[in-house]
């Protein structure tokens, strides 16, 4: 039987990317005020390591604005 | 099958981390809003941040959606690094705001100076943000 209790997430990141359903609020604070306050039903985060190379970089200048 | 439509930008801003809220496991707080970057010695570059978290309020989109962040250079023009493409599905309604996070880590600016923090969907830059490194 498998053990029903999640390993423990070491991550320095936190928990998995990609979609999140479920009411979301992103708060932005400074100094502790709060300047944004964003309310939403879905919220998706995506977690790279940057793109760097020249040749993969030369890829994303193609598209006009 | 329904066409995609390309979102607004409601906001667009640069922090160091969303992380969950004490307060709630559906708040999420952003840490340390980016407008100037401080090399730790100074005149010392490339400047290295081990991440940046790119967040983009999104509304009106339909269908599939299809972006990624691209940092560039304001004084040469040039790309200095960037998220991969990624793809999502917009809610059915339009109206609802989508909240785009990109986290990218490992992130160097090779020198001083002006960088456009740009969002790019379906090959359209839809917007922009500035930081200063100095």
Not at chain 2, 69 to 85: G, H, K, R
Not at chain 2, 101 to 115: H, K, Q, T
């Amino acid at each position: 039987m498998a053990d029903p209790t999640p390993a423990p997430d070491h991550r320095p990141n936190g928990p998995p990317t990609g979609p999140r359903p479920g009411r979301v609020e992103i708060t932005v604070s400074q100094d502790g005020k709060v300047l944004h306050q964003f309310r939403a039903d879905e919220f998706l985060m995506f977690d790279d390591e940057a793109v760097t190379d020249p040749a993969e970089l030369a890829k994303f200048r193609q598209p006009p604005s | 099958m329904a066409a995609n439509i390309d979102p607004i930008v409601r906001h667009m801003f640069v922090c160091d981390d969303l992380v969950r809220s004490s307060r709630s496991p559906d708040q999420w707080d952003a840490l340390g809003v980016v407008n100037y970057i401080r090399p730790a010695v100074p005149g010392r570059y490339p400047v290295r941040l081990r991440q940046i978290a790119v967040v983009v309020q999104l509304a009106g989109g339909r269908g599939v959606g299809q972006g990624y962040i691209l940092v560039v250079s304001a004084d040469t023009e040039d790309p200095v690094f960037a998220s991969p493409v990624h793809t999502w599905n917009y809610p059915p309604d339009p109206l609802r705001v989508l909240p785009v996070v990109f986290r990218i880590r490992e992130c160097s600016f090779p020198r001083s100076g002006l960088y456009w923090v740009q969002f790019w969907h379906r090959d359209r830059k839809l917007a922009e943000y500035t930081v200063q490194v100095e």
